[in-house]
């Protein structure tokens, strides 16, 4: 009998990980990596990073100077031009982009940002956002036109942005923060880092892009390589270029949020931070709803800039601008007196506390279900989590046996029908729910992704999983770097069946697509860190609400991918099936799924990558793990942990996402796409 | 043209090589190309890819060179060598008598100003520029003033028959009036030499007809030298005044359309001109016979050596009498007169 590449994969898996099961009890070091194993690396890179960054130190606190004039430039202007205008010009900016519609869009949400009270906090925002970008928008042009103009960079710039996605967004702040010394201009730095390569990537994919016989039309016209490059290539990638631009802005305004944690500088992010740890909750969501709504009009107002767009008239954008600067003579109000919603705010704050008050009971027994029947024995495993206090039962070891072998049972049925990995994987399942992930011996988990990676990517991805897994060990992270994969699975896990059903549903009815995508959508653009707010309304801290806010953040993609999979099947192979006298549902199941199953990998990767980032924004209101490790080392400008912990996160990131990819890889070839 | 070199061909292409691949060069040297067939397994062994395999050729000024072959077989490949969009591996491309491969990267940036037109299969026009702009962008190129570049694209857009759409964008145009943007730019710079990479194979066949009559029109007043590539055999028809057959790579048969058709040299070449109707490309005077002492007294229809056999037929036919046509019984039903057939079948009187 031969076996496919997974079948064997996964039986190596099973081997060792009965073997460690069985060993584990002669040998200690078989469970825990042991201390005496690991190398100080946090001091090490303490010190030598330290070192390193000391002698760019001048150069920083130099540019940190410079950046700081244009930054109190913007921020002045912002902060003393009269509201009207600064609403007028908005609106004005959206008329001359995408008519009426985007010029509303304006209008009303800076309308609201007025009268939220948060003027000018938002105006701080603002300004943050405003010399950032261009700083971020630079960069990227210029990575991006470097690495199609010298192929030999490609790759490496390539490798360089994949990474820097995986990276945590808190793990950029810790180096910065000890560079440039505590500030606005450290968020301002970090969100024209963090907003650089999306705008690198989508130039790279443009220029990339653009026809042959455009390039070639250019070269025969005789233009030189410059004239080439700026009179049509980069014109000709405009509408993709556009797109890094709307992406960049969105990261950046993102990031600047993020970066509110640093404190130093009374801005929006920092506002929805200090009501949200003072429980103000209603306070807290009058803030975090300025925020959406700024990321709502950005987004919508940018996103016009790839499409065909329209010409309006320059007269009526003028116009608009002027009637914003009679109002600013006549309107003489401080927006710092404007604080209508303030009674909205009391308003969720006391329905909140209403209905927490209320239902109290069954919002705890959600979370406590959850935790007890679900979070926990993934955590530590059914032997440690099935207690009297939980369960109503104490679990005893002869329960392990009779629970291993019931699994054994199960999956001997499977291989005796020929499904040999249902059966495996069966036995996996089994095996880690009875330890918990947090407490998987080291050689299982090292020994299952390297046999994982080689099911997917053959001995190439074997190596780098190997390397990466191996740095974590040495570096004695690996206990959190379990906690934080535990955490981040669990809500991929959920995200993945709630999503791909959610994905599905809306795949096979319309009115779904209507209802779900404008919540996608909504959930895409809210930065970051706003998915805190609604979750500790409800569940305050801990684990099961940063479990909740991952959730909400990383199911989008999950939705959107296998929706788009499943509705894009060509139409011929829908007709040859139909023709075949195949039903609905026979035809999903042949055709259609098997044809999404490229795409629905897509989403389930983003989803991963989405998860990981979230989790250490989670960070804040109560998770363990890496995530935990580089908010704290923030917090004690710790060079050494936020490095070490934000490397492991990436690490983590990089190995699901490529283990994803290659499968999703084989099997887009396998349908020849 | 200086007068040294009018007397060069306008291009002479001789022992060309394009090999794709990583150390085409090393690789082609090492192997050598004493025999082209041998030469080309060899490189394929290697995983390279010989997309053009010792060309030679001369094209003459004023000369409509048609280059045909199979998709695949290295046609655009061996223009973009003679263009020097791709680098050629081995061989040599003169131009007017000037060795193209040896220009540096400021001549060859010259010469396209000056001497090169191009015109792509899927037009390549820059979708962020209108059609004026588009026409216009070679003579900015050349550093033309603005009121000079716009003057003279407009003179060329009516040339092609687009005066009115000059400031639409090319997304607004159709196919033809695209590939009409495409042939107006080619000629805004009144390049001696004008390469066509099937211009029309993306068009529908009206549109293709129309844009092939209107092109042989421009070809009459400006008589330039022509690289054009096609994989419709009609069309090379047509247009030709020399056609080369592409196959593999290999340049197998070079010669006038008649060439082509009556004297194929292998089976490929045939396979291709197995559906041209015989009739409307060979002349009477390929079949004709010596004069033996037949009866050539009496009235005659006019016949002429140049005449294509259609037509020759087509006026014999005339003088025959009607012939009666009968029912299934034997009943005369009608009657028909030789030429209405030979016109029914297709051959047009003239
Ligand atoms: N840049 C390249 N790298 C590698 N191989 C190439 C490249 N360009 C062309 N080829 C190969 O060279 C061969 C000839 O291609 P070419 O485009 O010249 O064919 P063609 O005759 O113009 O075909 P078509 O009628 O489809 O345009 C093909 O096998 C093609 O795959
Ligand atoms: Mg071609």
Same mark, same amino acid.
């Given at each position: 009998?031969?076996?496919?590449?997974g079948t064997?994969?996964?039986?190596?898996?099973?081997i060792v990980?009965v073997?460690?099961?069985?060993?584990?009890p002669?040998?200690?070091?078989?469970?825990?990596?042991?201390?005496?194993?690991?190398f100080?690396?946090?001091?090490?890179l303490?010190?030598?990073?330290g070192?390193?960054?000391?002698?760019f130190?001048?150069v920083?606190r130099?540019?940190?100077?410079l950046l700081a004039f244009p930054?109190?430039g913007?921020?002045?202007?912002?902060?003393?031009?009269?509201?009207?205008?600064?609403?007028?010009a908005?609106?004005?900016l959206?008329w001359?982009l995408g008519?009426?519609?985007?010029?509303?869009? /304006?209008?009303?949400g800076?309308?609201f *940002?007025?009268? !939220?009270?948060y003027? =000018?906090? $938002? @105006?701080?925002?603002? %300004?943050?956002v405003?010399?950032s970008?261009?700083?971020?928008?630079?960069?990227?042009?210029a990575?991006?036109?470097?690495?199609?103009e010298?192929p030999?960079?490609?790759?490496?710039v390539?490798?360089t942005?994949d990474v820097?996605?995986?990276?945590?967004?808190?793990?950029?702040?810790?180096?910065?923060?000890f560079?440039?010394?505590?500030?606005?201009?450290?968020?301002?730095?970090?969100?024209a880092?963090?907003?650089a390569?999306?705008?690198?990537?989508?130039?790279?994919?443009?220029?990339?892009?653009?026809?042959?016989?455009?390039?070639e039309?250019?070269?025969?016209?005789g233009?030189t390589?410059?004239?080439?490059l700026l009179?049509?290539e980069?014109p000709?990638? /405009?509408?993709?270029?556009m797109?890094? *631009?709307?992406q !960049?802005?969105?990261? =950046?305004? $993102? @990031?600047?949020?993020? %970066?509110a944690?640093?404190?130093?500088?009374d801005?929006?992010g920092?506002?929805?931070?200090?009501t949200?740890r003072?429980a103000?909750?209603?306070?807290?969501f009058?803030?975090?709803s300025?925020?959406?709504?700024f990321?709502?009009?950005?987004?919508?107002?940018?996103?016009?800039?790839?499409t065909?767009?329209?010409?309006y008239d320059a007269?009526?954008?003028?116009?608009i601008l002027?009637?914003?600067?009679?109002l600013?003579f006549?309107?003489?109000?401080d927006?710092?007196?404007i604080?209508?919603?303030?009674?909205?705010?009391d308003v969720?704050?006391?329905?909140v506390g209403?209905?927490?008050?209320?239902?109290?009971?069954?919002?705890?027994?959600?979370?406590?279900n959850a935790m007890?029947y679900?979070?926990?024995p993934?955590r530590?495993?059914?032997?440690?989590?099935v207690?009297?206090?939980?369960w109503?039962?104490?679990w005893?070891?002869?329960y392990?046996?009779?629970f291993?072998?019931?699994?054994?049972?199960l999956?001997?049925?499977?291989?005796?029908?020929?499904?040999m990995?249902t059966?495996?994987?069966?036995?996996l399942?089994?095996?880690i729910?009875?330890?918990?992930?947090a407490?998987l011996?080291?050689?299982?988990?090292?020994?299952?992704v390297?046999a994982?990676g080689?099911?997917?990517?053959?001995?190439?991805?074997v190596?780098?999983c190997?390397?990466?897994?191996?740095?974590?060990?040495?570096?004695g992270l690996w206990?959190r770097?379990?906690l934080?994969?535990?955490?981040?699975?669990a809500?991929?896990?959920?995200?993945?069946?709630?999503?791909?059903?959610l994905?599905f549903?809306?795949?096979?009815?319309?009115?779904?697509?209507?209802?779900l995508?404008p919540?996608?959508?909504?959930?895409?653009t809210i930065?970051l860190?706003v998915?805190?707010?609604?979750?500790?309304?409800?569940f305050q801290?801990?684990?099961f609400s940063?479990?909740?806010a991952?959730?909400?953040?990383?199911?989008?993609?999950?939705?959107?991918y296998t929706?788009h999979?499943?509705?894009?099947?060509?139409d011929d192979?829908?007709?040859a099936?139909k023709?075949?006298g195949?039903?609905?549902w026979?035809?999903m199941?042949?055709?259609?799924?098997?044809?999404?199953a490229?795409?629905?990998?897509?989403?389930l990767?983003q989803?991963?990558?989405?998860?990981?980032?979230m989790l250490?924004?989670?960070?804040?209101i109560?998770?363990?793990?890496?995530?935990?490790s580089i908010?704290?080392?923030?917090?004690?400008a710790?060079?050494g942990?936020g490095?070490s912990?934000g490397?492991?996160m990436?690490?983590?990131a990089l190995?699901?996402?490529r283990?994803?990819q290659?499968f999703a890889?084989?099997?887009r070839?396998?349908?020849?796409l | 043209?200086?007068?040294?070199?009018s007397?060069?061909?306008?291009?002479a292409?001789?022992?060309l090589?394009q090999?794709?691949?990583?150390?085409?060069?090393?690789s082609?040297?090492?192997?050598?190309?004493?025999?082209?067939?041998?030469?080309?397994?060899k490189?394929?062994?290697q995983?390279?890819?010989?997309?053009?395999?010792?060309?030679?050729?001369?094209?003459q000024?004023?000369e409509?060179?048609?280059?045909?072959g199979l998709?695949?077989s290295?046609?655009?490949?061996?223009?973009?060598c003679i263009s020097?969009?791709v680098?050629?591996t081995?061989?040599?491309?003169r131009?007017?008598?000037?060795?193209?491969?040896?220009a540096?990267?400021?001549?060859?940036?010259?010469?396209?100003?000056?001497?090169?037109?191009?015109?792509?299969?899927?037009?390549?026009l820059?979708?962020?520029?209108?059609?004026a702009?588009?026409?216009?962008?070679p003579l900015?190129m050349?550093?033309a003033?603005?009121?000079?570049?716009?003057?003279?694209?407009?003179?060329v857009i009516?040339l092609?028959?687009?005066?009115?759409?000059?400031d639409a964008?090319?997304r607004?145009?159709s196919?033809?009036?695209r590939?009409?943007?495409?042939i107006?730019?080619?000629?805004?710079v009144?390049?001696?030499?004008?390469?066509l990479d099937?211009p029309f194979s993306?068009?529908?066949?009206?549109i293709r007809?129309q844009?092939?009559?209107?092109f042989l029109?421009?070809q009459?007043t400006?008589?330039?030298s022509?690289?054009?590539?096609?994989?419709d055999?009609?069309?090379?028809?047509?247009?030709?005044?020399?056609?080369a057959i592409?196959r593999d790579g290999e340049v197998?048969?070079i010669?006038t359309?008649?060439?082509?058709?009556?004297?194929?040299?292998?089976?490929y070449?045939?396979?291709?001109?197995?559906?041209?109707p015989k009739?409307?490309h060979?002349?009477?005077g390929?079949?004709?016979?010596?004069?033996?002492?037949g009866?050539?007294a009496?009235?005659?229809?006019?016949?002429?050596?140049?005449?294509?056999?259609?037509?020759?037929?087509?006026?014999c036919?005339?003088?025959?009498?009607a012939?009666?046509?009968?029912?299934g019984?034997?009943?005369?039903?009608?009657?028909?007169r030789?030429d209405t057939?030979?016109?029914?079948?297709?051959?047009?009187?003239?």
């Amino acid at each position: 009998m031969t076996l496919t590449r997974g079948t064997k994969a996964a039986l190596i898996a099973v081997i060792v990980g009965v073997m460690c099961l069985v060993l584990q009890p002669y040998f200690a070091w078989l469970g825990k990596w042991p201390a005496a194993w690991t190398f100080p690396v946090n001091e090490w890179l303490s010190s030598g990073v330290g070192a390193i960054l000391d002698l760019f130190k001048p150069v920083a606190r130099g540019l940190s100077w410079l950046l700081a004039f244009p930054m109190d430039g913007a921020s002045w202007v912002l902060g003393n031009t009269p509201w009207p205008i600064v609403i007028a010009a908005t609106a004005a900016l959206g008329w001359r982009l995408g008519g009426w519609k985007m010029a509303l869009l /304006g209008l009303f949400g800076l309308s609201f *940002v007025l009268i !939220s009270g948060y003027w =000018a906090q $938002s @105006m701080r925002t603002l %300004a943050l956002v405003f010399v950032s970008v261009p700083l971020a928008l630079l960069m990227g042009l210029a990575i991006g036109v470097l690495a199609f103009e010298v192929p030999r960079f490609r790759g490496a710039v390539n490798a360089t942005l994949d990474v820097m996605q995986t990276v945590p967004t808190f793990a950029y702040l810790t180096p910065l923060l000890f560079l440039f010394g505590f500030g606005p201009v450290v968020g301002l730095i970090a969100s024209a880092i963090y907003a650089a390569p999306p705008m690198a990537r989508n130039v790279l994919l443009g220029l990339e892009r653009v026809e042959h016989d455009i390039r070639e039309a250019a070269i025969m016209s005789g233009g030189t390589r410059r004239q080439q490059l700026l009179l049509v290539e980069i014109p000709a990638a /405009g509408n993709q270029i556009m797109v890094g *631009v709307n992406q !960049s802005l969105m990261a =950046a305004l $993102s @990031m600047v949020i993020i %970066a509110a944690v640093i404190g130093g500088f009374d801005d929006i992010g920092w506002e929805v931070l200090l009501t949200m740890r003072k429980a103000w909750f209603g306070q807290a969501f009058l803030a975090g709803s300025v925020i959406v709504v700024f990321a709502i009009v950005i987004d919508r107002m940018s996103a016009t800039l790839a499409t065909q767009r329209q010409h309006y008239d320059a007269k009526i954008g003028w116009i608009i601008l002027a009637i914003g600067a009679i109002l600013a003579f006549v309107v003489r109000i401080d927006p710092a007196e404007i604080a209508l919603l303030d009674g909205v705010a009391d308003v969720v704050d006391t329905s909140v506390g209403a209905f927490t008050a209320a239902n109290g009971a069954a919002l705890d027994s959600v979370k406590n279900n959850a935790m007890f029947y679900g979070l926990l024995p993934l955590r530590i495993g059914l032997d440690q989590a099935v207690l009297p206090f939980t369960w109503g039962f104490q679990w005893q070891p002869s329960y392990s046996l009779w629970f291993f072998a019931a699994a054994v049972a199960l999956a001997g049925l499977c291989a005796a029908r020929g499904r040999m990995l249902t059966g495996l994987t069966i036995l996996l399942c089994a095996g880690i729910l009875e330890t918990g992930i947090a407490d998987l011996p080291w050689p299982f988990v090292l020994v299952g992704v390297c046999a994982v990676g080689w099911a997917s990517g053959g001995w190439p991805l074997v190596r780098l999983c190997a390397i990466l897994l191996g740095l974590i060990l040495l570096s004695g992270l690996w206990e959190r770097a379990l906690l934080s994969l535990y955490l981040s699975g669990a809500a991929v896990f959920a995200c993945a069946i709630v999503g791909g059903l959610l994905g599905f549903w809306a795949a096979v009815s319309k009115t779904a697509w209507v209802i779900l995508r404008p919540m996608c959508d909504l959930l895409q653009t809210i930065p970051l860190f706003v998915f805190l707010i609604p979750v500790l309304m409800f569940f305050q801290i801990g684990e099961f609400s940063a479990f909740l806010a991952i959730c909400l953040y990383a199911i989008v993609p999950m939705i959107r991918y296998t929706r788009h999979g499943l509705t894009t099947t060509p139409d011929d192979l829908i007709e040859a099936a139909k023709s075949s006298g195949a039903n609905t549902w026979q035809t999903m199941r042949e055709v259609r799924a098997p044809y999404a199953a490229p795409s629905i990998l897509l989403g389930l990767n983003q989803t991963i990558l989405y998860a990981f980032a979230m989790l250490v924004i989670a960070a804040l209101i109560g998770t363990t793990g890496l995530g935990q490790s580089i908010y704290l080392a923030l917090g004690q400008a710790d060079i050494g942990l936020g490095l070490s912990a934000g490397a492991a996160m990436a690490i983590l990131a990089l190995i699901a996402d490529r283990l994803v990819q290659g499968f999703a890889e084989e099997r887009r070839k396998a349908l020849g796409l | 043209m200086t007068d040294k070199n009018s007397a060069a061909p306008a291009i002479a292409v001789e022992g060309l090589w394009q090999v794709f691949g990583e150390g085409a060069r090393n690789s082609l040297q090492k192997i050598g190309t004493q025999d082209t067939r041998d030469t080309a397994a060899k490189l394929q062994d290697q995983g390279l890819i010989p997309a053009v395999r010792d060309a030679n050729f001369e094209v003459q000024s004023g000369e409509l060179f048609v280059i045909m072959g199979l998709s695949g077989s290295g046609k655009s490949t061996l223009i973009r060598c003679i263009s020097r969009l791709v680098e050629p591996t081995a061989g040599a491309v003169r131009i007017d008598g000037e060795d193209i491969l040896q220009a540096s990267d400021k001549r060859l940036i010259d010469l396209r100003r000056n001497k090169l037109g191009m015109v792509f299969q899927h037009f390549g026009l820059f979708p962020h520029m209108s059609v004026a702009d588009n026409v216009a962008f070679p003579l900015k190129m050349q550093g033309a003033g603005r009121s000079e570049r716009r003057a003279r694209a407009l003179e060329v857009i009516k040339l092609v028959g687009l005066e009115g759409r000059e400031d639409a964008y090319p997304r607004e145009l159709s196919g033809g009036q695209r590939q009409r943007v495409g042939i107006a730019r080619s000629l805004a710079v009144n390049p001696d030499i004008w390469f066509l990479d099937e211009p029309f194979s993306a068009l529908d066949p009206l549109i293709r007809r129309q844009l092939q009559d209107e092109f042989l029109n421009i070809q009459a007043t400006l008589k330039k030298s022509i690289v054009f590539i096609t994989h419709d055999i009609a069309e090379a028809l047509k247009l030709a005044d020399r056609i080369a057959i592409m196959r593999d790579g290999e340049v197998v048969q070079i010669g006038t359309p008649t060439q082509i058709v009556l004297n194929p040299i292998d089976d490929y070449v045939r396979e291709f001109a197995r559906d041209v109707p015989k009739g409307r490309h060979m002349t009477i005077g390929e079949v004709m016979e010596p004069v033996g002492d037949g009866p050539l007294a009496g009235e005659w229809p006019e016949l002429r050596t140049g005449m294509s056999l259609e037509d020759a037929l087509t006026q014999c036919a005339a003088t025959f009498e009607a012939v009666p046509v009968k029912d299934g019984d034997g009943k005369v039903v009608g009657m028909v007169r030789p030429d209405t057939f030979v016109k029914a079948l297709g051959a047009e009187a003239t």
